[in-house]
């Protein structure tokens, strides 16, 4: 058996060689590493110097200790949204050669120290450090400060990566990754909100929050620099020490998962089993709620592809994740409306678009079912129905919640019943540009629309969201007239009624319009969306 250091060195040139033969493939994506690091390199370069320009503000241990906080956090998370971002996070690849566990994870540990993101990290600590260190027992707890806390946040990515890695090789941690995007517009909208807030109320407003971070690791390697060089010794050996003993319990941790690993059989089979079996028990007991025939079929078939496809599942995360954030942060930023309330029946209502492309070549299967028009009008009646199980709580929530942040508790009726116009609207729109634009969603690849196809998504998407505002004029009309009316605050509640009969009007109208055209366009339907 090879010694440790000897482990160390073929574990890290095996990093190596998977970094150089990865960027062989192709040109592409040796520009897209490139460009990445250069990025990342230079953001982490221009945070540097902002953090030694920072030395010497009052308030700069609050601000650095909330920086490496943020930063482990991020540590911690990024390999649940990004598994094969680094091939070694895997380590059942290395399962059947005769390693053992502990020397194993100082060989990983020491592999992962290789990459842009340590090298990140690494400038952002020093940063951190010279902001905050004085004299020499601060210096010198910080180059031990900026050691410790590399390896606490790369100890914890592959602690977390290795508790979770028979998630991440599954169709549960591909999906997992759908919700990356959520957390990167929901983590922007949070900085925005906060670099809003900061350049407002000053840096001190920090404080709080710093004083509750400085003791957990790694935070606590920087908050004890700061406490060192301010004198406090015993707090700052008590911080420092929470950090090493953060390190050894995260080492202990991933020695242990990565034992487990080696000696224990993968049961991922018996549990997609026992999964799949309580989903057909789950999916038998709340279908029974649905009308008997078609309907039911066609709802539950629906609801399927939104929580198991990984497409439209990411459509459906993106649009819940939009129709909340905009209404929502222009709320706390006090620049907000409550008719912005509006963007989550608009957001929703666009899963209504081209619902027949969203079934792929498998939508053969269903145009085998449609002989009549009666049978279209039940599918597409049924795929609303599926989408207004979602949307219709999702949207009165976020109005409620819109309402309820702005205080304008009259105005609630009116935002709802416009909000339900709006949505009818899209899904008399969707049904139709579904019949008229259909086309095909690639399953594989990042692409949402097949080559050549562009055009008519453009056509589907822009022309029915044109057509969906103009038909909801007449709601819109009404809830001008009364905002503009001397006695118009004591009938604005009836446009919460008038919003809900008109969208479910023009939903059943614009159901049994499209109808008809789907019945007697099915083989050029099926055509468009079978093709890449």
Request: hydrophobic share 55%.
């Amino acid at each position: 058996m090879a010694s440790v250091p000897g482990l160390v060195s073929v574990v890290v040139r095996l990093k190596l060689s998977l970094l150089r033969n990865g960027l062989r493939r192709s040109g592409g994506r040796r520009a897209a590493y490139a460009a990445s690091a250069v990025f990342a390199l230079l953001f982490a370069a221009l945070q540097l110097i902002g953090l030694i320009a920072l030395r010497g503000h009052a308030h700069a241990g609050s601000l650095v200790v909330l920086l490496v906080a943020v930063l482990g956090l991020g540590w911690a998370v990024m390999p649940l949204f990004f598994p094969g971002g680094d091939e070694t996070l895997d380590p059942g690849r290395l399962v059947m050669l005769p390693l053992r566990p502990r020397p194993l994870v100082r060989a990983l540990l020491a592999a992962s120290l290789v990459g842009i993101g340590p090298l990140f990290t690494v400038l952002l600590l020093v940063g951190s450090v010279v902001s905050v260190a004085h004299g020499v027992a601060g210096w010198a707890v910080g180059v031990v400060a900026v050691v410790v806390g590399l390896l606490v946040c790369v100890a914890l990515a592959r602690a977390v990566a290795i508790a979770n890695v028979r998630l991440l090789s599954s169709r549960r941690g591909r999906d997992l990754a759908v919700l990356s995007g959520l957390a990167v517009a929901v983590g922007a909208q949070v900085v925005n909100f906060g670099a809003q807030r900061l350049g407002t109320r000053g840096l001190g407003q920090l404080d709080p929050v710093a004083d509750v971070l400085r003791w957990l690791p790694p935070a606590s390697a920087v908050g004890a620099v700061d406490s060192v060089s301010a004198g406090a010794y015993g707090v700052a050996a008590v911080q420092l020490a929470l950090s090493l003993g953060a390190l050894a319990g995260l080492l202990g941790v991933w020695a242990r998962s990565l034992t487990r690993l080696m000696t224990s059989p993968d049961g991922s089979t018996l549990q997609a089993a026992e999964h799949g079996a309580r989903d057909r028990r789950s999916a038998s007991g709340w279908a029974r709620l649905l009308p008997d025939g078609r309907t039911a079929t066609v709802v539950e078939r629906s609801l399927r592809y939104i929580w198991r496809d990984p497409k439209t599942k990411a459509a459906w995360v993106t649009s819940l994740a939009i129709g909340l954030i905009v209404p929502v942060f222009n709320a706390l930023q006090g620049t907000g409306s409550i008719y912005f309330a509006c963007f989550a029946a608009g957001m929703l209502g666009i899963q209504m678009y081209n619902q027949f492309g969203q079934d792929t070549s498998a939508f053969w299967m269903v145009a085998m079912t449609i002989s009549s028009r009666r049978d279209a009008y039940v599918e597409l009646r049924a795929r609303a129905l599926a989408l207004l199980v979602i949307t219709l709580p999702y949207a009165t929530l976020v109005t409620v919640v819109t309402t309820a942040l702005l205080g304008d508790w009259p105005k609630l009726p009116e935002a709802l019943g416009l909000s339900l116009a709006l949505l009818g609207a899209m899904l008399t729109t969707g049904a139709w540009t579904s019949a008229r634009f259909p086309y095909s969603i690639p399953q594989e690849g990042h692409k949402n629309v097949a080559p050549g196809q562009a055009g008519l998504a453009w056509i589907a998407v822009v022309g029915g969201m044109v057509s969906a505002a103009l038909l909801c004029a007449p709601v819109i009309a009404a809830t001008v007239w009364l905002n503009i009316s001397a006695r118009g605050d004591a009938w604005s509640w009836v446009l919460l009624p008038v919003g809900a009969l008109y969208g479910a009007g023009i939903t059943l109208l614009g159901l049994r319009l499209a109808a008809p055209r789907v019945a007697d366009r099915l083989p050029e339907i099926l055509a468009a969306v079978s093709q890449g």
